[in-house]
């Protein structure tokens, strides 16, 4: 069965940095194309960014362009979020996602298939 967990998340002061950790178990992760969305309450869930199975360029929301960097490390099952020069804007639930539908400028999960973690909050303090 997939599962994945997310961790990596906490409490930080603007311009600061945090990285996110998704670890994928039950499944080959090199064949998902895998994304991290994020959500504060009352508001709708926000993609921010994706890395496919492909040769693909990853995707990045425009809130987090030039800040954050996805990738991926198939020998560890793991996909990582690096994010940088935070805001509290920044602050959310952030979610991993597998099986997402993802290119250079779309994320989007598959309705069928996609798989989520529990969720990791990030807070980021003025």
């Known amino acids: 069965q997939l599962r994945l967990v997310e961790s990596g998340g906490g409490l930080v002061q603007s311009g600061g940095s945090l990285r996110l950790s998704c670890t994928v178990s039950?499944?080959?992760?090199?064949?998902?194309?895998m994304g991290w969305f994020r959500q504060v309450p009352g508001s709708q869930r926000e993609g921010v960014s994706c890395?496919?199975?492909?040769?693909?360029?990853?995707y990045y929301a425009d809130s987090v362009k030039d800040r954050f960097t996805v990738s991926r490390d198939t020998t560890r099952s793991t996909v990582y979020l690096q994010m940088n020069d935070l805001k509290p804007e920044d602050t959310a639930l952030y979610f991993c996602?597998?099986?997402?539908?993802?290119?250079?400028?779309?994320?989007?999960?598959?309705?069928?298939?996609?798989?989520w973690g529990q969720g990791t909050q990030v807070t980021v303090s003025s």
């Open positions: 996602a597998s099986d997402v539908y993802c290119t250079e400028h779309t994320l989007e999960p598959n309705l069928r298939f996609t798989s």
């Open positions: 039950g499944f080959t992760m090199e064949h998902l194309s």
């Open positions: 890395i496919a199975n492909t040769d693909e360029r990853p």
